[in-house]
């Protein structure tokens, strides 16, 4: 280890493996700090990656040159594409890991690196000198200089774990220690702190479940990798259980609530509504029968299983009781307590588009200290903060995904200009370009811009321009291929569409419902020719088919740029104006500017911003009945 | 383009002998502009309290007149700026002296409408209600007013409001099916989505009932009397509109060209057209009144076929019935007084005619059934609509709401032909854009500029 890195890494989860790895492949010397160098890209709670949206953040980060796509592949034990059913815009890729397995894969990537060191140690306080961030002071009292340094704790700050009633615990993870010293430097450096929660299941041995009361869940069988550029070897494949809790458990929780760390009133911050405990599902939805409950596989090469659905704060005594009311588990055994975490986070509104803390140059946060939840948003966090440590030092433009080409984008930007009061969470539907921020075309929409920014190897460069040439072939084809209704007729026939009077150009009868590009294709060119791959001609066709919507999408949101000269009030209280981002409301009330028009130019007042603006004044003055609809419509 | 920086002032009243003007100013300047009016050393007065003032030239400090003022602070006002309203005296001089007193004092002319289109841009009112007023201003007739006044009371500000706000929910039923697929409790069924979605349809196009008839609301319907000369079209013009306004003759053709007046039938607002007397062998004036009323016909709302009763209808009648395109045709059997009870000499009925009654102007009879069946024809959908039914008097509305019920439609097509659920929710928000743009959410520009040219300086 040296004494001086051009960025520092604080932190080796999601984010902190992330923000290391990018600002290495940028090319400056960096460090990773971690005070248990064993749990780099450690899963400290589901140990799955995926899903909907956060599947496609786990898709652009690998299309970024990043560590999780590759990470996932070499350790998945079971993948499953959800959101089948539905448009091929909303599938969410999701696989189970082997636990042990992701970190091994996680390490394994980073010692790759040339640029990367990586050090066992815990961080006290970050070094502030003459107001921009020099370095970071371990624990052992070594001062370590840094053009950079990039902080990704996760719930370590002063986190406190809580298993029923019991007082909490002081921890950032269950078995590891808190950072007590760094969030009171942090502190100390101007930032405001606030406090969130989270819980994690118990978990329990396999050998003890009686399997044939539950529903065994296989993985798809179909040929998908996380990772555009390599191909790892994918390890054995694991089915998942599924099983119900019903009424016995119901009766447990309730008997118990008030030993219930989250209701006995011993934690104070808020937890997310969209992954709620045992305790909150009970209580908020007296009226649901059951439950659904996952048994997912921890590894290959153990047999305990992780209780996905039942995540408690209750005693352990309870979480066996309600255990065993379980369909399957009537004998289980337990083998790790389900507990609550609360930590500090800091609201993320403090935090500048590249995640650099306003007013500290060259600190900057990523993942759960933002506030956010879940492996793929810490990863995303922390590739573009890693990205944005290593252009700052290198004195170059910052790193900046928009809302319409990442979900990456919109998540930073939510946090940046919304700020957050719930551990966040991405979903579809906060993206008002959805169409385009698809799993499928991420290594399209991100792989040049990592390619621009030197932050792919030149073996990765060559495959994504196969990649991408691959694509363009088929798309010109399509657009040019002039297709006679002898030819396009069994296509037709088969997708119950009508037929062709006059030659039509393929595009055109790939927009007709189930009309596939494969079929067309294969109509068109009977002698055969050379035949794409069937990952290419996927995202051909979900681009071509769909143009239309999307070109719709866009011209809205353009629309709604082009703001009317509508008057604000120089003292307006935009304090108050809560539809509006906590962006927004700062940058406006800095500003105060004199038209809608002028509030539209003010970076960080979105069109939503705008909408919400209008409708805030109006209400003010007693002029509208709408009532405004929050960002999450 | 505006700025929220100067002051404006208009005459608010009409220009002429009258025995109160009343003069508006409104911006940031309003209360200083009042007080370089008043005599020097007099205090402003107090806050929406009316206060009898002396009025004095800014510069020379001669008296103006002496005036009611009210002022208001910003933002209790009708723009939502600082106002003030004098209440001075009419006639052809005092107005005039006290406006350009204020010129000089640092307000400058209002532009047509410029003070609703402030309150507007305020805050104070939507687009709808800033419209209504316009409507409130100007109607000539009962029945948009009564529209209006709904209107400015937000009643159909409210109902797009309502309906967005559906729109947007079904929108989040969709969000929940896309973005919770392995919830507990089932994704909403998509029919189930497209019920709802099918409801929204449903209630728009019902908004959508009143849209033509209440265009008509604003520029009244047109009525054309037609009928072959001395067929009693002018004498049953005269009596509709209550005055001696066209010429009455027993010389067939006399009435050359058309004669257009605005009337209220039963509360409800008509342009009443009187044609030329149609002939097959015209001269050439009146061939020239032809063609005017050939015109006319095609712009008809209701057709009004005048056909002395004693007669009936002759070949030449139906001939032009059969011309008669679109507009509904009342067969009108005039001088009642005249002919006997029993059926006229000529065949009574033709396929066009969608109504058939008598009519005598000497006697009066038949005149107050005739008011009735041709409102009725007219605006039967408005007369049908509930009271609390917004009227859609203006075609942006109806435009927009259109424009809603497509996409509405639409979306409920594309989510059954198996369109998946995130591509047709874009229909949706389309929906919820067009709704937005009726009450002016946030419109471009040229809208905002169409929807205020429509207003006379002062208002
Ligand atoms: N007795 C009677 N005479 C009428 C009535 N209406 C019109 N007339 C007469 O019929 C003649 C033609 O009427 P006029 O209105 O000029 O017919 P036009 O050529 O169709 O406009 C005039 O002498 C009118 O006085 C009516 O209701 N009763």
Redo the contacts between chains.
């Keep these: 280890m040296r004494s001086r890195y051009d960025v520092i890494v604080v932190g080796g989860g999601h984010a902190g493996a992330e923000a290391a790895a990018a600002s290495a492949r940028a090319g400056v010397r960096t460090l990773l700090l971690t005070p248990d160098l064993g749990r780099v890209g450690q899963m400290s709670c589901n140990p799955a990656v995926g899903g ?2 956060k599947g496609v953040v786990a898709r652009e980060v690998d299309a970024l040159g990043g560590v999780m796509g590759r990470a996932t592949d070499a350790s998945r034990i079971q993948f499953r594409m ?2 089948r059913s ?5 599938w ?1 890729p999701r696989a189970q890991c082997d636990r042990a397995m992701y970190p091994v894969a996680v390490r394994a990537i980073l010692d790759e690196l040339p640029m990367l060191d990586l050090f066992q140690e815990m961080v006290d306080d970050v070094l502030i000198d003459g107001g921009r961030v020099a370095g970071v002071r371990t624990r052992g009292g070594m001062n370590l200089e840094a053009g950079a340094v990039v902080v990704t704790t996760g719930t370590f700050l002063r986190g406190r774990i809580h298993i029923g009633g019991e007082a909490g615990l002081s921890a950032g993870r269950a078995g590891e220690a808190p950072s007590v010293a760094l969030a009171e430097g942090l502190e100390r450096a101007g930032l405001k702190v606030a406090r969130f929660k989270t819980g994690t299941p118990p978990r329990i041995d396999g050998r003890t479940v009686d399997f044939s009361r539950t529903e065994r869940q296989d993985g798809d069988e179909m040929e998908y990798r996380f990772a555009a550029y390599c191909d790892e070897v994918i390890p054995a494949q694991r089915p998942c259980w599924i099983t119900w809790a019903g009424d016995g458990l119901k009766q447990v929780v309730r008997a118990n609530l008030r030993r219930s760390a989250l209701y006995g009133g011993e934690i104070a911050g808020r937890g997310p509504r969209y992954c709620p405990s045992i305790e909150d ?1 009970i209580v908020r ?1 007296p009226d ?1 029968p ?3 409950v ?1 048994l997912e596989p921890e590894g290959l090469r153990t047999t305990e299983l992780y209780v996905n659905g039942l995540s408690t704060s209750l005693p352990a005594d309870t979480q066996l009781e309600f255990l065993r009311t379980v369909p399957g588990l009537e004998d289980v055994m337990m083998t790790k307590v389900g507990y609550a975490i609360e930590y500090d986070y800091f609201p993320p509104h403090q935090l500048r588009h590249t995640l650099e803390v306003r007013g500290v140059p060259g600190l900057f946060f990523a993942g759960q200290i933002n506030g956010t939840t879940g492996y793929e948003e810490a990863a995303g966090q922390g590739i573009v903060a890693g990205i944005n440590a290593a252009l700052k030092v290198r004195g170059e433009d910052p790193f900046v995904l928009e809302r319409d080409q990442a979900y990456i984008g919109v998540l930073i930007d939510d946090l940046v200009t919304r700020g957050v009061d719930e551990p966040y969470r991405l ?3 906060r993206a008002e370009f ?2 385009l921020l698809r799993q499928d075309n991420a290594h399209r929409r991100l792989g040049p811009l990592a390619r621009d920014r030197g932050l792919l190897t030149d073996e990765q460069g060559v495959r994504l321009a196969d990649r991408l040439e691959a694509e363009d072939r088929v798309l010109v084809w399509f657009e040019e291929t002039v297709v006679t209704p002898e030819v396009a007729a069994p296509v037709l026939a088969d997708a119950g569409s009508s037929e062709l009077s006059e030659p039509t150009r393929a595009i055109e009868l790939l927009r007709r ?2 009309v596939g590009a494969a079929d067309v294709l294969r109509a068109a060119r009977p002698e055969g020719g050379d035949v794409p791959r069937a990952d290419v001609l996927a995202t051909v066709e979900v681009e071509l088919k ?1 143009s239309g ?1 999307v070109a ?2 866009r011209a ?1 949101a353009d ?2 740029r ?9 003292d307006l209280p935009y304090e108050g104006f809560r539809t509006l981002s906590f962006e927004a409301r700062e940058k406006l009330a800095q500003v105060r500017p ?3 028009a002028q509030a539209g130019r003010i970076p960080g007042v979105s ?1 939503a911003d ?2 919400n603006l ?2 805030e ?5 007693g ?5 405004p ?1 929050g960002a999450d ?1 | ?5 100067d002051t404006i002032a208009a005459l608010s009243t009409v220009p002429g002998l009258s025995a109160v003007a009343v003069i508006r100013i409104s911006g940031p300047g309003a209360a200083s502009v009042l007080s370089s009016l008043l005599p020097l050393g007099c205090a402003l007065p107090e806050e929406r309290r009316a206060t009898l003032v002396e009025l004095r030239d800014p510069d020379d400090g001669s008296t103006l007149d002496r005036a009611l003022v009210t002022r208001f602070a ?2 209790a006002s009708y723009t ?1 700026e600082d106002m003030v309203e004098l209440s001075c005296h009419g006639g052809w001089i005092v107005p005039g002296l006290v406006l350009d007193a204020c010129r000089r004092a640092g307000a400058r002319e209002a532009e047509a409408g410029e003070f609703t289109r ?1 309150a507007y ?6 687009l709808a ?1 800033a419209e209504a007023i316009a409507d409130v201003i100007e109607a000539r007739s009962r029945a948009l007013h009564r529209a209006a006044v709904h209107q400015m009371d ?1 009643g159909l ?2 109902r797009i ?1 309502d309906l ?2 559906r729109v ?1 929910r079904v ?2 039923l969709l ?1 929940h ?9 089932a994704p909403v069924p998509l029919d189930t989505v497209a019920a709802e979605a099918r409801g929204l349809w449903r209630e728009t196009d019902a908004m959508l009932a009143t849209a033509p008839e209440g265009e008509l609301l604003r520029e009244g319907a047109v009525a054309v009397l037609a009928g072959r000369p001395n067929a009693g079209k002018s004498s049953l013009y005269n009596a509709l509109l209550g005055e001696e306004r066209a010429i009455v003759t027993e010389e067939p053709g006399t009435t050359r060209d058309a004669l257009i007046a605005s009337v209220e039938l039963g509360g409800f607002p008509f342009r009443l057209v009187d044609t030329a007397g149609l002939r097959g062998d015209p001269g050439r004036v009146e061939a020239l009144g032809i063609e005017v009323a050939r015109r006319w016909l095609e712009a008809a709302d209701v057709v009004l076929f005048c056909v002395p009763a004693q007669e009936g209808l002759t070949e030449e009648d139906e001939a032009f019935l059969s011309e008669v395109r679109g507009a509904p045709v009342v067969l009108i059997e005039t001088k009642a007084d005249l002919a006997s009870d029993g059926s006229p000499a000529g065949r009574g009925a033709h396929a066009a005619v969608a109504d058939k009654l008598r009519v005598s102007v000497r006697t009066g009879e038949g005149l107050g059934v005739l008011r009735e069946r041709v409102r009725s024809l007219v605006y039967g959908r408005v007369l049908g609509a509930g009271v609390d039914v917004p009227v859609l008097t203006r075609r942006r509305h109806a435009d927009a709401l259109r424009v809603a019920r497509t996409e509405l439609g639409v979306f409920c097509e594309a989510l059954m ?7 047709a929710a ?1 229909h949706l ?2 929906a919820e ?1 067009a709704l ?1 743009e009726v ?7 040229d809208v ?1 500029d169409v929807v205020f040219r429509e207003f006379c300086v002062g208002k």
Excluded: C
Excluded at chain 1, 86 to 90: D, L, R, S, T
Excluded at chain 2, 121 to 126: E, H, I, M, T
Excluded at chain 2, 177 to 185: A, L, Q
Excluded at chain 2, 439 to 445: E, M, R
């Design positions: 909907v949206a959800l959101n539905k448009g091929p815009a909303v969410g599902k939805f649901a059951r439950h659904q996952f979903f579809t539907s959805r169409l419902p189930r769909y919507y719709r999408e809205r629309r709604l082009s703001q009317a000269d509508f008057a604000l009030s120089r004199g038209t809608l069109p705008l909408q209008v409708l004044v109006r209400r003010l003055a002029a509208t009945s709408f009532v609809s419509g | 383009m505006m700025t929220d920086v910003a933002p939502g402030r841009l305020r805050g104070k009112l939507d209600q937000r500000s409210d409001a967005r706000a947007v929108e989040a969000a099916h896309v973005d919770f697929p392995e919830e507990d409790d032909s198996g369109v998946p659920a995130e591509m874009t928000r389309l854009s937005e009450v002016g959410v946030v419109v471009a520009d905002l």
